[in-house]
């Protein structure tokens, strides 16, 4: 087995991946400041957050093919050149528009980051350290989504939200330096037959299921608006037919045969609930300290961070249990913890205190720590390592998607449970009552997550540790 130089490498991946998680989630607290300062819809600004989960969907598939199409550092600079671009851009935009363009650009810079990230511990790492190395990939994962809101906060306080990306801009431009310095070549260039048909049905599939359940989150007639049901079924229909040609294909642009691995299977539901459950969360609980407590954007800011920070520090510990352990004693009670958590969230009110909120989220966080990396690690580690680039591409497509249906149910969750409530009330403009009915969807919300959370514990169940039996070749690509 060749020797890398890991630190290195990992290095130059982990800062980059940071800064581009940190500028993703930082924008989040600045969406009540975004529909003041553009006059905008609250699903209008949804889409800061779908219109990049859309991207990811669309692009990830593509990621399996482009792994093998380019080098390692190619894939590398095209993401860091594609971030930086849509950085600027948003440091500079002046109008709705402009900020979503640079969304776009700075989603397809991560679209192809991640899955480079995972995929290079794979083949770098053996399988023994590998929950640790996907730990510290958790660790960035987790601690960007930290510090994004509290210096956000402070940031959109003292300044206005361009700083948030003036501020990453730097970051990116000293990790492609360091990347260009240091970022080996790991995987071998095989340049497999681009099917144009198989780009087009994936795109039209993911996108289209993405877009439809964006959609329905925005109000104008819903679940039952034509445009949503057909958009839904159009991505549904296409995702079947890229089905049918990826399994019929010699050289698949997404090799399904990664199903054929059970834990590979269990791994990647436990994966999706916790996307489900983090992304429906995250949006929602900002939005409920803002508009329903009335609290400021660096406040809720710094409620968030220590849940998240601690989620971020325990990452690579619980890499490291998995290493030893497997990963059945921590995704079980991870998973158990994360229930109880979300079922006092569903009770929260305008009286809440704010210290039984912080603890409910390092709760939450703490429990799904337990359960993200490993569940991905086990299930990564029973692919042959032909099938790497295609296990990476299938997880992180997948969960873009599910991240994307999980924001589109939580808003329209929310916007549903707060107009039933405003219905009933006698005086539905009057700020009290704006602030209860803001209570009442977000419980709603909570509800839908904790129902997500039973399901994944399901699937925990049958989760059990691989033995790694090709040990040797993860080198070989």
Sequence with gaps: MKKYNTRAIMASLLICGFVG??????????????MDVFQISAATAQWLTTGFLLTLGILMPMTGLLLQWM????????????????????????????????????????????????????????????????????????????????????????????????????????GLLIGLKFLENVTEVTRPRIDPLSIILSSLGFGGVVFGFSKAGEGDGGWTSA????????????LVLFTLRQMFMRGPMMNLRVF?????????????????????????????????MKLSAFATGLMLLPGSALNGILSPRMGRLFDKYGPKWLVIPGLAIVAVMLWFFSSISVASSV???????????????????????????????????????????????????????????????????????????????????MMFGSQNVFMFAMTVTLLGLAAAFFIRRVVVKHATMNAMH
């Design 355 to 437: 210290a039984f909120i912080v603890t409910l989220h390092i709760g939450l966080m703490i429990g799904i720590s337990m359960v993200w990396m490993p569940a991905q690690t086990n299930g990564l580690n029973q692919l042959p390592p032909e099938l790497y680039p295609h296990g990476t591409a299938v997880m992180n497509t997948l969960q873009q998607v599910a991240g994307a249906i999980g924001t589109a149910v939580a808003i329209s969750i929310l916007t549903k449970g707060m107009e039933k409530y405003l219905i009933s009330s006698p005086m539905p403009s009057e700020p009290a009552e704006m602030a209860k009915a």
């Design 71 to 174: 080098t390692t550092r190619q894939l590398f600079i095209v993401s860091l050149v594609s971030s930086i671009v849509g950085t600027l851009i948003a440091a500079l935009a002046f109008n709705f528009e402009m900020l979503m363009v640079a969304r776009v650009l700075q989603a397809a810079g991560m679209g192809l980051l991640i899955p480079l990230m995972f995929n290079t511990i794979l083949v770098v790492y053996p399988p023994e350290q590998r929950g640790a190395a996907m730990g510290f990939v958790g660790l960035v994962i987790m601690f960007a989504p930290a510090t994004g809101p509290t210096v956000a906060g402070l940031l959109i306080e003292y300044l206005t939200w361009h700083y948030i990306f003036w501020l990453s801009l730097p970051f990116l431009v000293i």
């Design 227 to 238: 445009i949503v049901l057909s958009s839904i079924v159009i991505g549904l229909i296409a």
């Design 21 to 34: 998680m940190f500028s993703e989630t930082a924008l989040n607290i600045a969406i009540s400041n975004l």
């Design 260 to 292: 054929k691995y059970p834990m590979f299977i269990v791994g990647l539901l436990l994966v999706l609930s916790c996307m489900m459950i983090i992304l429906s969360s995250m949006i929602i609980l900002p939005m409920y300290l803002q508009n329903g």
